[in-house]
T-cell receptor, first 119, second 110 residues
């Protein structure tokens, strides 16, 4: 089955610790994205990557880091510099990133999310 | 800046049509209207998108006004499983990222 997976589903960390959230997709999608969602709010973009070995900051990148060494994987590290890391984190992928006329059809497919709680 | 405006919540009886409105009065000619929904504690799910013509798929219909300043997502026969937050998003053609607002919480009741 093709899809996008995130692990773990629930994650707890102590304040001051870095933690890495996993995101894997076997859809052969070029672009991948990380969003953060707080209770009662919409999603906010943290980072995105349109191709391997390249990524761009989203709206709230401070305190986060990413890598894109493989097409299938886009891990997100929540560093100790992130002042309020407790949130629901969602990963997504799409066929292509910025491009010409066909990019309007590249809807994003989302993973199930990881709920991070800082104790 | 909010590019879309949606009511915070709506109710619908099971089996009836759910009509979810969205205002996007500042939409430009190269922006598409997208709809996603998010069931509680899950990732959002793509529903439908359009530019200026009305669109229909197996999940829903999208009606866009002629001036493109507003649209309506229609779920023709709502079920309890359609209870979710529905997001209306405008996105520039050729641009990959999505900007989510707070959406509309649709509650379908028996």
């Amino acid at each position: 089955d093709g899809g996008i997976t995130q692990s773990p589903k629930y994650l707890f960390r102590k304040e001051g610790q870095n933690v890495t959230l996993s995101c894997e997709q076997n859809l052969n999608h070029d672009a991948m994205y990380w969003y953060r969602q707080d209770p009662g709010q919409g999603l906010r973009l943290i980072y995105y990557s349109q191709i391997v070995n390249d990524f761009q900051k989203g709206d709230i990148a401070e305190g986060y880091s990413v890598s894109r060494e493989k097409k299938e994987s886009f891990p997100l590290t929540v560093t100790s510099a992130q002042k309020n890391p407790t949130a629901f984190y969602l990963c997504a992928s799409s066929i292509q990133g910025t491009s010409g006329g066909t990019s309007s059809y590249n809807e994003q497919f989302f993973g199930p999310g990881t709920r991070l709680t800082v104790l | 800046d909010a590019k879309t405006t949606q009511p915070p919540s709506m109710d619908c009886a099971e089996g009836r049509a759910a009509n979810l409105p969205c205002n996007h009065s500042t939409i430009s000619g190269n922006e598409y209207v997208y709809w996603y929904r998010q069931i509680h504690s899950q990732g959002p799910q793509y529903i439908i998108h359009g530019l200026k013509n009305n669109e229909t798929n197996e999940m829903a219909s999208l009606i866009i006004t002629e001036d493109r300043k507003s649209s309506t997502l229609i779920l023709p026969h709502a079920t309890l499983r359609d209870t979710a937050v529905y997001y209306c998003i405008v996105r520039v053609k050729g641009y990959s990222t999505l900007t989510f607002g707070k959406g509309t919480m649709l509650l379908v009741s028996p």
